[in-house]
């Protein structure tokens, strides 16, 4: 099934692609025991109208994918697609901020407000932070503006008064 799976996803990209006019190599993996596949698509050309500004046409792209193999594929499967590790790039700065302001949040007892951030992005630094014990993270603001807010639990607040 897994292979069935593999070859599907790399049907639908490449033609997603051939129609878009763009050549690349596709390479696909699979995280062990999950069904999560990463797709890695290698450009020599044009990458950057591909990823868009801020990643934006790429984030289109992955949501283009998932709808198409969401017809094709009836289980459930989780897909990343990326273009030249442009979103494990992004990923290492985007985790990076957030422990910084992890970190400024606890020695200052205070709430951080990262810049403001697209869904995706919002979710890597919920996800990386929810590893930190002593921190809580909620999204706020709307469209555009929409940010998260990094601040250390209540009770490590209240600790420190006392």
């Not at 990386?128 to 490590?156: A, Y």
């Amino acid at each position: 099934m897994e292979k069935q799976h593999e070859q599907i996803i790399r049907e639908t990209i490449e033609s997603l692609l051939a129609k878009m006019d763009f050549l690349a190599t596709i390479e696909i993996s699979r995280k062990e025991n999950e069904e999560e596949y990463e797709c890695m698509i290698r450009l020599e050309k044009d990458q950057n109208l591909l990823i868009g500004q801020h990643g934006v046409n790429l984030s289109a792209i992955q949501h283009l994918v998932r709808a198409l193999l969401r017809k094709k594929i009836d289980d459930k499967i989780m897909i990343v697609v990326d273009v030249n590790d442009y979103f494990f790039e992004k990923r290492a700065v985007i985790e990076k901020e957030a422990e910084k302001a992890a970190a400024e949040a606890l020695q200052d007892k205070i709430s951080v407000a990262l810049r403001p951030m697209l869904p995706h992005e919002r979710k890597i630094v919920h996800f990386f932070l929810s590893k930190n014990p002593n921190i809580i993270t909620e999204s706020v603001g709307k469209g555009d503006e929409r940010k998260v807010m990094v601040r250390p639990k209540p009770e490590l607040i209240v600790q420190s008064t006392e």
